[in-house]
């Protein structure tokens, strides 16, 4: 958009400057007099020019807040605003609450009286400006006034403008009560997934805590309500008000109700694993220790168990191996299961613990892949008036964090109601791995998919240095796996989730990762770092296809090369990984795709990255305060064979349990110092410490191109734009 100053509209012959038949929002930079009204302009007028030649005088633009690092007029805001047909005046003000958080409050006159009209008019002014202003120049609540305060000359009283809803914004947004019944429906759920006892419809789902992981749950607690919404519309539509919105009555998916069974292609992942040749491939397992908070009587645990198993078809699978090819298969229903009782009451604290620990590792190593179930259950009685504990392990091919969560509501809700003396019937099926992993391989063949390969081609050509080494050896095993931590407090962990994304318009990876390769540049002088990702891999790439309550390994594994770039200014990092990240397609899926399904797997030249990264999410909204279950204090045993090799060198998973994110790293003692790595993880920390803080700082904040999909911009022509703006 170009800006002209008034003095340029009649001082210049209009055929010459075509472009002003457009309304243009102009601040006047100098103090002229319109020769056509004689009206004395000064410097921060807002006039418009009109079709007929004349100048509209709009108001001041001297009234100039600073939100989010954003310099914004107020009166261009509200020259916008008393624009819709409904409003008679507006004011705009920058609201400052308790905690120092400024945010913009429109105070409006409606022309109608109208109580339910007032209402509706507050959602329909926030489309009104989206298409009309950047989203950081949209007021965070509208109030509906009947007049406006007046100082004793006329003037409106600014300081006397009432607080948004008569009491301080705890959160990104002030409190306004979801009103319809989509609203109320979908703030049952983000209250219930998010912990956060009352919604907004203004809140933002990332704001209060949200992630790609937490947006799956919401979908699937959706869609079981009658609800169509998908995790990209979430991505798409941030606040519950604007979801709501575009949330359509649901049009159930049909899945198969009935007992799968039968063959089934391999999905990525599962290549990828037995691509790895491990030594003992049944032993390669994810598991839990959970402490009982409740008496549960074993027959029905043990029935809720067997109930999962008929209901979840992934957990029937096992796998057969045909010369040097695997595949699987899914048992009926009818197979061999039972919970192992062990009764350590007898046995002292110390004593309970190291039984707990020896059980657990020979349970994990008891897998036969072509033996279904791979599922293994211990419950432990402790006596003396101790909770029993709850071992679950099941093998990484049938299940994955996702998985787990949904696992652990079902068993719940099954435990929950049947103590009670009622019945839990299972939600319905949603799509079964074995139709994923068939739509899969169709569109792996896809025109679709093959706009993807050269994206990957081109980065399995990129030149890479090796991270350095320790010690020269080949010798990377599971034995040799060692684990440290670093953790961030409460106070930054909250910070990082809920107020840094709205900086930068980040997700949580972002940040992460800015701090990750600065921190591997701090140690090797090499500004681009190589990392293999893990995505939760439950894409949306079938419009018939609802894996919202489906358990099964869907994670998509795949190389992203980062670069920090020339800058050492954080702003430019975090923008610069930003975008590299957002050019990622369909968040990676395709990758193991074209290696594993596609006959040009020869095309990419593969090549394992040394680091890899994985985000667990927040742990502790799996366990809600009236759960059965806490997580346990013991060890789950040996959950990989000691002789399986690991083929990367150190492996950072992050999760936030108890408040707190953790990241643990873990490397081989044979090949790296414990010093060198907990050198390199203290480092990360400190970065993310220092990135938390930058965010958090007055003069921070900003776009990127990925802001604006519809628009071709540079960051350079795009930090040009909003300087100008």
Not at 332 to 350: A, R, V
Not at 474 to 481: L, S, V, Y
């Amino acid at each position: 958009m170009n800006y002209i100053s008034e003095d340029q509209v009649w001082r210049e012959d209009i055929s010459t400057v075509p472009e002003l038949t457009a309304e243009k929002f102009i601040p006047n930079p100098l103090t002229k007099q319109n020769p056509k009204n004689n009206r004395l302009y000064k410097t921060g007028d807002l006039v418009k020019y009109l079709p007929d030649g004349n100048i509209e005088y709009l108001g001041r633009l001297d009234n100039q807040v600073k939100i989010r690092g954003f310099r914004i007029e107020l009166g261009e805001v509200e020259a916008i605003l008393v624009k819709h047909s409904h409003v008679s005046q507006v004011v705009v003000n920058a609201w400052e609450d308790e905690a120092k958080h400024k945010r913009l409050i429109a105070y409006i006159i409606p022309k109608s009286k109208d109580e339910n009209l007032a209402y509706e008019l507050q959602q329909e002014l926030r489309h009104f400006l989206k298409d009309k202003l950047p989203d950081y120049m949209i007021p965070a609540v509208f109030m509906v006034l009947e007049s406006l305060p007046l100082t004793p000359n006329g003037k409106i009283d600014r300081k006397a403008l009432p607080a948004p809803e008569n009491q301080p914004i705890e959160r990104q947004q002030s409190y306004t009560e979801p009103r319809t019944t989509k609203e109320k429906l979908l703030a049952q759920i983000w209250s219930q997934i998010l912990s956060v006892e009352k919604i907004s419809i203004n809140d933002n789902f990332f704001e209060l805590g949200g992630d790609s992981i937490l947006a799956i749950q919401v979908v699937s607690q959706a869609n079981q309500a009658g609800l169509k919404i998908t995790p990209k519309s979430i991505f798409q539509y941030q606040t519950l008000a604007d979801l709501a919105a575009i949330a359509e009555e649901k049009t159930a998916i049909k899945a198969e109700q009935g007992i799968i069974t039968g063959s089934l292609p391999l999905t990525p992942i599962q290549h990828w694993f037995f691509e790895q040749n491990l030594i003992d491939p049944h032993h390669w397992n994810q598991s839990i220790l959970l402490e009982v908070q409740s008496n549960i009587s074993f027959n029905k645990l043990e029935m809720a168990f067997k109930t999962l198993l008929k209901h979840h078809d992934a957990l029937r699978l096992y796998f057969e191996k045909n010369q040097s090819i695997w595949q699987q298969f899914n048992s009926d229903h009818n197979i061999d299961f039972s919970i192992l009782k062990i009764d350590l009451s007898e046995q002292p604290k110390t004593n309970q613990e190291q039984a707990i620990f020896t059980i657990a590792t020979q349970l994990q190593g008891s897998f036969n892949l072509s033996q279904p179930p791979l599922v293994r259950v211990a419950c432990f009685d402790l006596g003396g008036g101790k909770n029993s504990r709850l071992l679950i392990i099941i093998h990484h091919l049938v299940i994955d964090g996702i998985s787990w969560r949904i696992l652990l509501e079902y068993l719940q809700n099954l435990l929950q109601t049947t103590s009670q003396s009622k019945t839990f019937k299972l939600p319905p099926k949603t799509t079964s791995f074995k139709q994923w992993s068939e739509h899969l391989k169709e569109y792996a063949n896809s025109t679709e998919l093959q706009t993807e390969l050269e994206y990957w081609q081109n980065l399995s050509q990129s030149e890479i240095v090796n991270i350095p080494v320790d010690c020269l050896t080949e010798n990377n095993t599971m034995a040799e796996a060692k684990t440290i931590s670093v953790t961030l407090s409460s106070e930054e962990t909250q910070s990082l989730i809920h107020q840094v994304p709205t900086v930068y318009q980040t997700q949580i990876n972002d940040i992460l990762f800015t701090a990750l390769v600065q921190a591997f540049y701090q140690w090797t002088g090499q500004r681009q770092l190589l990392i293999e990702l893990e995505g939760h891999g439950r894409e949306e790439l079938f419009d018939n296809i609802d894996l919202s309550r489906t358990v099964g390994w869907f994670t998509a594994l795949f190389p992203v090369l980062l670069n920090l770039g020339n800058s050492d200014n954080p702003d430019d990092h975090i923008k610069f990984i930003k975008e590299q990240l957002r050019q990622i397609p369909n968040r990676g899926i395709g990758y193991g795709l074209l290696r594993y399904l596609t006959p040009q797997s020869h095309l990419i030249k593969h090549r394992n990255a040394e680091i890899r990264f994985n985000y667990l999410g927040q742990v502790y909204q799996v366990f809600p305060s009236d759960s059965l279950f806490i997580p346990a204090s013991e060890s789950t045993g040996i959950a990989r064979s000691h002789r399986n090799n690991r083929n990367c060198l150190i492996e950072i998973d992050s999760i936030v349990s108890r408040g707190q994110m953790r990241f643990n790293w873990t490397y081989s003692q044979a090949i790296h110092h414990s010093t060198t790595i907990e050198t390199l993880a203290e480092n990360f920390l400190n970065n993310l410490r220092q990135l938390i803080n930058h965010c958090l700082s007055a003069e921070t904040g900003g776009y990127t191109p990925s802001d604006f999909p519809q628009m071709d911009f540079s960051q350079d022509e795009l930090d040009e734009l909003l300087t100008d703006l």
